[in-house]
């Protein structure tokens, strides 16, 4: 069987949420010592979690991890990022040792760190927290040719949806976070959102980790230039992923895809994830309804993806770094919409039913 037809095989896995456990946790909640209402979108968000469970009340997750999927990019040769292509190996080193932003906040929230290099440019050093399934050492400029072959594309989609598998039915994950890693990384994601959601590229592109405005105008040149070039058609994703998206946003879908199917929850994190959720959404319109924005970063394409999505993201803390952090943050208030549904005494019980 083609790595394509594993990918399409995973996403016919997929199930659809289950409805009556939604309906039943919205009736819980109006019976919920409190006014109805006032626990305001937690309370949406809770029935959300009881029809990933195919239950209500859901369980509460208590083993979160993240999943910080890694590439590097051809595209940075058209000088659309102000960072050399090392930081990312030397950031998932960092990731490994335990010293960056995402590892200060998974210890806040209790969740593991896995990291996974689907396209690296640079030599890593083997640890336990990495996963090595390097597809290729980074994609091509998008802006000239396709960034990579659509097996290239299904291998690292495969890569991701075998790390979430291992750490859900070998590690007792219940519940997923991704995030990303990739100097010139937002590239792709602008492309792929513009793909996805037919909004142009001066809409979808933003200043990345920090460009000046002459930057900024090149790097809305080079995605119209590689939508121009290779036509992308949202009915072909995998075909979008290969012609304009990254290793690591294929690793993400996959991620999430995987999630999905096991009935897991899965929280994204800024624009990267974001734009890979449109494509696993394109491949398996189901996963989505396992699927919780985290955050909503900067970039001016997180919006329009996650609205296309119809995901309202649950916090807006002016983030755009990536590696799950915004995500992370999420994670204390996803476990509170679960507990409140398991624990909250009823009105009848107080004696007003
Ligand atoms: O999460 C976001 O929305 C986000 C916004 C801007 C930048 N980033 C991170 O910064 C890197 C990509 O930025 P750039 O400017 O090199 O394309 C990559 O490692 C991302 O994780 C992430
Ligand atoms: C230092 C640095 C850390 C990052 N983490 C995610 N993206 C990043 C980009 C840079 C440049």
Aim: proline share 7%; charged share 20%.
């Amino acid at each position: 069987m083609s790595l394509e037809d594993r990918v399409r095989e995973l996403a016919v896995e997929v199930q659809p949420s289950g409805e009556g456990a939604v309906a039943e946790a919205g009736e819980r909640h109006l019976a919920l010592a409190k006014p109805p209402g006032s626990l305001g979108r937690l309370e949406g968000l809770g029935a959300r979690l009881a029809g990933m469970a195919g239950e209500s009340p859901p369980p509460v997750p208590g083993s979160p991890a993240v999943v910080v999927c890694a590439g590097d990019h051809g595209v940075l040769d058209r000088g659309v990022s102000p960072w050399p292509r090392e930081v990312t190996a030397a950031m998932v080193g960092n990731f490994c040792g335990g010293g960056a932003a995402v590892n200060a906040i998974a210890r806040t929230v209790g969740a593991r760190v896995s990291v996974l290099d689907v396209g690296v440019a640079g030599e890593l050093e083997r640890h336990p927290s990495l996963r090595g399934a390097r597809v290729r050492p980074g994609t091509d400029d998008l802006s000239r040719g396709p960034a990579m072959g659509r097996e290239e594309a299904a291998r690292a989609v495969l890569a991701g949806a075998g790390v979430a598998e291992e750490l859900v039915e070998s590690g007792g994950v219940d519940l997923l976070v991704v995030g990303d890693m990739g100097i010139a990384n937002t590239t792709p994601a602008s492309a792929l959102i513009s793909a996805l959601t037919d909004h142009p590229p001066e809409e979808t592109t933003g200043r990345g980790t920090g460009i000046d405005d002459e930057t900024l105008n090149l790097k809305v040149r080079v995605v119209r230039e590689a939508l121009e070039l290779h036509g992308p058609d949202p009915a072909d994703p995998l075909g979008v992923l290969a012609a304009v998206g990254g290793l690591e946003h294929a690793a993400i879908a996959g991620v999430i895809l995987m999630g999905a199917a096991c009935g897991v929850p899965v929280i994204l994190d800024g624009v990267v994830s974001n734009s890979a959720a449109l494509v696993a959404g394109a491949l398996a319109p189901d996963s989505l309804g396992y699927v919780i924005a985290g955050h909503l970063s900067v970039e001016p394409g997180a919006k329009i993806a996650l609205d296309h999505l119809g995901l309202e993201p649950l916090l807006d803390l002016d983030m755009r770094l990536g590696e799950g952090t915004g995500g992370l943050l999420a994670v204390p208030l996803v476990q509170a919409a679960a507990r409140l549904l398991v624990e909250m005494a009823t009105l009848e019980d107080l004696g007003f039913g």
